[in-house]
């Protein structure tokens, strides 16, 4: 029987104040109406509501946090340009 991975999403907000906010998430639905909820992550609960802008997945949890901490890492105007579909950031290899 093989092991079941779990899949994980990566997923940018666009709160109410014009921010971004970078997530990860197994279930990107549920988590969206967590954080429209004011039960999500403290920074959104206060940029109330917040708008799926983009997501990549599914992916393994380890992949996803990965990919996470790699988009986090770049410039708003880069984040922007990634939601555009205008900017393709490569998923880093394991080292």
Not at 41 to 54: D, N
Not at 57 to 63: A, E, N, Q
Not at 86 to 91: D, G, K, S, T, Y
């Amino acid at each position: 029987m093989p092991i079941k991975r779990k899949r994980a999403y990566v997923y940018i907000l666009r709160c109410a104040d014009d921010t971004l906010y970078i997530g990860t998430a197994k279930e990107l639905e549920k988590r969206l109406a967590t954080h429209n909820s004011a039960k999500g992550a403290k920074y959104t609960r206060a940029r109330l509501p917040v708008t799926l802008t983009y997501q990549e997945g599914p992916m393994s949890l380890t992949k996803a946090l990965r990919r996470e901490h790699q988009l986090k890492q770049l410039t708003r105007t880069q984040k922007q340009a990634v939601i555009a579909g205008e900017l393709l950031v490569p998923h880093r290899r394991k080292r």
